[in-house]
């Protein structure tokens, strides 16, 4: 539950927002890592030193709901003359650490990030006559600070996200977003790390699509050379009818060839995935790995879910080799990548008795294999063939109904323990699928109704027997079944 008030005034659970003429008792006892921040708002917009905000009543931290104690809203007058439109800023608080006494985040140094290192923000052009901010993009901000601290997953620029709905609920055509760095906020450097500030994109189905099947950042500068569909701000407009692709057929041109020379940087999505192995009986549950085996499936380890969470981030970056990160003998605290350890495994079991040591799991080679997808998570397949595989890279799906995972590589793929000679490997309920560019290129012709969905019926499903693989497409309410 939120309240709308001005951000200088006093809230149930803080204390008064120092304005320029603030008396320095407020300072000093204004949270350092808000002050920060505030800081660069005031930078940004002196003229406005008491903004309207959307404040959680009741804080994340007593127990409230929401992740974001404070949501400011500033009036931007724009530059018309270099196509940039009056609109309203939006400015999230509390995915970085505000407080500093470990309430929200752990402290873990001044040079590191200040909790997860970023706030949210948002440009929506101001319609005519519009006196006020719109206060729906608050709960919006909202919902994807739930999900960070949720899955403790972080955003970068050049991310997605597929939101199948109206941004405003509306009846816009603008249903998913991107994310960027924000044009005017510089990073800060509060008393307990580094703040940047990433800037949600709201974007068409088709773009979000584009987005997967090349990358962010190239549709990101597409969208920043039409006016009408960003502009150099990228500025949202809920109530644009076009796509970039309607508007200047030629950018279609553009993604096609980006498609061919880059692949896509896309490197796995969470999704309703599952896989059978179809090498030994199923009422083998010691030695065969389903999972719809028992009322309690083997769980992915700590070091597992360390290395896929590494796989997708190291899987955005273009290298000439990709590499897998090994899994290390030993384990260790949290995360190797540059980022504060991870104050929970969201991928494991609270129950002791469902986790697998990880030095007693052994990676087993599979002699056939049975994939099954919901429609959605199927229909990004040839993404994953095309985009991907065919540029010597990985792709990863990650369960979100049950504690498992499977990841497409290629042959030039190193560190997979998947390999030419035992394409089907598995770790654990983690799945690896070694595929040659031979085989990558005989699926895509058969799997090529996938990017036409809506011209099928479920379930589908299509075989190679000759490799002893198949895959399904099955309906959601598969998924949503406990064996699943």
Not at 197 to 218: K, M, P, R, S, Y
Not at 282 to 302: A, K, V, W
């Amino acid at each position: 539950m939120a309240e709308l008030r001005p951000s200088g005034a006093p809230g149930p659970t803080a204390s008064p927002a120092p304005g320029p003429t603030a008396p320095p008792v407020f300072a000093s006892l204004f949270p350092p890592g808000l002050h920060a921040i505030y800081g660069e708002c005031r930078r940004l917009y002196p003229d406005q030193p008491n903004p309207l905000q959307v404040t959680a009543i009741v804080k994340y931290w007593l127990g409230g709901p929401d992740p974001l104690d404070y949501v400011s809203m500033y009036r931007n007058v724009g530059s018309p003359s270099v196509n940039i439109p009056e609109h309203w800023h939006y400015i999230s608080f509390g995915l970085s650490d505000l407080y500093g006494d470990s309430r929200v985040h752990e402290f873990t140094g001044t040079d590191g990030p200040s909790g997860f290192g970023f706030e949210l923000t948002f440009r929506l052009k101001r319609e005519t006559g519009e006196s006020a901010p719109p206060t729906w993009p608050a709960e919006l901000m909202q919902g994807l600070a739930r999900y960070v601290f949720q899955s403790e997953n972080t955003f970068c620029s050049g991310d997605h996200v597929s939101w199948h709905s109206p941004l405003d609920n509306s009846e816009s055509r603008i249903q998913h977003m991107l994310l960027t760095e924000d044009p005017q906020m510089q990073p800060v450097q509060t008393p307990f790390g580094v703040v940047t500030f990433l800037q949600i994109v709201g974007v068409c189905t088709e773009e979000l699509h584009a987005a997967q099947q090349w990358n962010g950042q190239g549709i990101l500068e597409l969208l920043r050379t039409v006016p009408i569909a960003g502009g150099p701000w990228l500025i949202t407009d809920m109530r644009r009818g076009e796509t970039i692709f309607e508007i200047d057929p030629h950018l279609q041109e553009r993604v096609d060839k980006g498609i061919e020379t880059d692949g896509s940087n896309l490197s796995g999505v969470s999704a309703k995935c599952a896989w059978d192995d179809l090498s030994r009986p199923p009422e083998d549950d010691e030695d065969s790995r389903s999972i719809c085996i028992g009322t309690q499936p083997r769980r992915l380890s700590g070091k597992d879910t360390e290395q896929i969470r590494e796989t997708l981030r190291r899987g955005l970056e273009i290298n000439s080799k990709p590499v897998l990160p090994p899994i290390n003998p030993q384990r260790q605290n949290g995360l190797t990548h540059d980022r504060a350890p991870s104050r929970k495994d969201s991928l494991e079991s609270d129950s002791s008795t469902a986790i697998i040591p990880h030095e007693l799991i052994r990676t087993r080679q599979l002699e056939s294999v049975h994939l099954k997808f919901n429609q959605e998570s199927g229909a990004l397949i040839p993404l994953c063939l095309r985009g991907r595989l065919l540029h010597g890279r990985h792709f990863t799906y990650k369960s979100i109904t049950g504690d498992m995972a499977i990841t497409f590589v290629s042959t030039g793929v190193e560190g997979a323990f998947a390999t030419e000679e035992h394409p089907y490997a598995a770790h654990g309920p983690w799945l690896q699928i070694l595929l040659t560019e031979e085989f990558v290129e005989k699926m895509l012709e058969d799997l090529e109704d996938l990017t036409s969905p809506e011209e099928f019926k479920l379930p589908k499903e299509y075989s190679w027997p000759e490799k002893k693989l198949k895959v399904s497409i099955l309906p959601d309410v598969v998924f949503d079944s406990p064996l699943h």
